[in-house]
């Protein structure tokens, strides 16, 4: 069993970054690929970014070039590194795990449904 605890979550304002962090059981990246979600209230998950066993990397339309997703393998953390952040990016953020074909199907529209285990989420808020 995959455990994830993520942490990070703050309120910052408009233009502001913010640096999320999950740590998973460990050998966990060895196995699955890994990604950050999030979940505004009324909408549907959506994958941010995701990170492949190797490393490659994939990222949501609405955050490329702002967002920035790696991890530390030595360590079994995850983090994400958010910049020029805007009031859309207010949301829970969930890590999760999942065994993918590469990081760019995590976070197409199927992503969520294809992760086997989740965090428990961190609250993301941008104020104006």
């Known amino acids: 069993q995959v455990q994830l605890r993520e942490s990070g979550g703050n309120s910052v304002e408009v233009g502001g970054s913010l640096n999320l962090t999950c740590i998973a059981s460990r050998g966990t990246f060895k196995t699955y690929c890994m990604g950050w979600f999030r979940q505004a209230p009324g909408k549907e998950r959506e994958g941010v970014a995701a990170?492949?066993?190797?490393?490659?990397?994939s990222y949501g339309y609405d955050v490329k070039g702002r967002f920035t997703i790696s991890k530390d393998d030595a360590k079994d953390t995850l983090y994400v590194q958010m910049t020029s952040l805007k009031p859309e990016d207010t949301a829970m953020y969930y890590c999760?795990?999942?065994?993918?074909?590469?990081?760019?199907?995590?976070?197409?529209?199927?992503?969520?449904?294809?992760?086997?285990?989740w965090g428990e989420g961190t609250r993301v808020t941008i104020s104006s």
């Open positions: 999760a795990a999942g065994l993918c074909s590469g990081p760019r199907v995590v976070v197409g529209p199927y992503g969520p449904a294809g992760m086997d285990f």
């Open positions: 990170i492949a066993k190797d490393g490659e990397t």
